[in-house]
């Protein structure tokens, strides 16, 4: 299954995770406890109960996937840059608006630079 470009690009401060990554990284973990320890690592009820919450936390249907993307692309919007128009975080953006020399205006780091030099 082919995943839309535009769905990985995430800029916000929440977590994503995708399937290839966390398969290799599971598999990593796994390997080196497995190395560690001869007992077993979780238990089948633990990894029932871990597998279910993944995939009721997955987004399945395409009308579902499309109001994920959009929001995604709306939290985006909310936080550009008055200069470039780039995104930036909501850290960098709560700087600047609690900041009073950007007078409330969001500016990303490197446009942030020009008011040290007033």
């Known amino acids: 299954m082919k995943i839309d470009g535009e769905v990985r690009k995430i800029s916000s ?4 995770i995708y399937d290839i990554e966390l398969t290799e990284y599971i598999e990593r973990k796994i390997a080196v406890l ?4 001869r007992e077993p690592i979780i238990g089948e009820s633990e990894l029932l109960g871990i597998y279910n919450a993944i995939r009721g936390a997955n987004i399945t249907g395409p009308k579902a996937r ?3 993307k959009t929001s995604l692309q709306n939290i985006q919007r909310k936080n550009l840059c008055v200069m470039c128009n780039q995104p930036v975080s909501d850290k960098v953006a709560t700087y600047c608006l609690t900041n009073k020399i950007f007078n409330g205006q969001i ?4 446009h942030q630079k020009r008011f040290s030099d007033i």
């Open 66 to 68: 499309d109001i994920h």
């Open 13 to 16: 401060n929440e977590l994503v």
């Open 34 to 37: 497995k190395l560690q320890t």
């Open 107 to 110: 500016y990303c780091y490197d």
